[in-house]
């Protein structure tokens, strides 16, 4: 099946910077992808999503790069703040499904 | 709009009982979802629901199933609990018509500890 991928699992950011979040995916048939949020305790929350008609989609403070060519996509947080020390993953539903496939995920870990 | 909702939220359970845990999707939702997430596998895919019929089902041994009702609310079981079992469960949900890319929200999940 699709495979979801992250390149690094821990990343720490000074807060006010801005941090980047990768993450590789093997299907090339893949058509849509989200990235979600896990803080300490509770459920992963939805941040933003992706269609692959789409090269960049942007939300408050945060934006989603796609680049079929390479099968990657990043998520770039803008003037890091401590709220947003947590996991990060990126998922892919599968084709015609709602069935998500979830990288390891990336800890964010914002230095005050 | 209430979220998704999970109960209960923390559960301790002993080796060989079986468990019920149960989700709320958010109202108008459809498709629910049930992954299992542990520090060694991550997020792993259970099985999804949509009007009352199992969609999909992810690679579980058949202790673990589920059912919807036909108010879309769904409870999972696993029985012959086994110590690996611990985990927080998690319940998603979605509007679940159409291709894929209707949002899917989490819900806090429901940690089981079997001892």
């Known amino acids: 099946g699709e495979s979801v991928g992250l390149h690094l699992p821990t990343l720490s950011v000074q807060e006010g910077d801005n941090s980047i979040i990768n993450c590789a995916y093997s299907n090339s048939a893949s058509d849509y992808f989200i990235w979600y949020k896990q803080e300490s305790g509770k459920g992963p929350q939805f941040i933003i999503d992706?269609?692959?008609?789409?090269d960049k989609r942007q939300g408050q403070r945060v934006t989603v790069l796609l680049n079929k060519t390479v099968k990657h996509l990043s998520l770039q947080i803008a003037a890091t703040q401590p709220g947003d020390s947590a996991v990060y993953f990126c998922a892919e539903p599968g084709a015609g499904s709602y069935q998500l496939t979830f990288g390891k995920g990336t800890k964010l870990s914002v230095i005050p | 709009k209430a979220g998704v909702t999970q109960t209960p939220r923390y559960l301790i359970k002993t080796r060989g009982q079986q468990v019920t845990l149960s989700c709320s999707p958010i109202?108008?939702?459809?498709?629910v979802s049930w992954y299992q997430q542990t520090p060694g596998q991550g997020l792993q895919f259970l099985f999804e629901?949509?009007?009352?019929?199992?969609?999909n089902k992810g690679n579980f041994p058949g202790r673990f199933s589920g059912r919807q009702f036909s108010n879309s609310r769904s409870e999972m079981n696993v029985s012959t609990l086994e110590l690996g079992d611990s985990a927080l469960y998690l319940c998603a949900s979605s509007l679940g018509q159409g291709t894929s890319g209707n949002t899917i929200y989490f819900g806090e999940g429901s940690w089981l500890t079997v001892v």
């Open positions: 629901y949509f009007s009352e019929t199992q969609r």
């Open positions: 992706i269609r692959s008609n789409m």
């Open positions: 109202s108008g939702h459809r498709s």
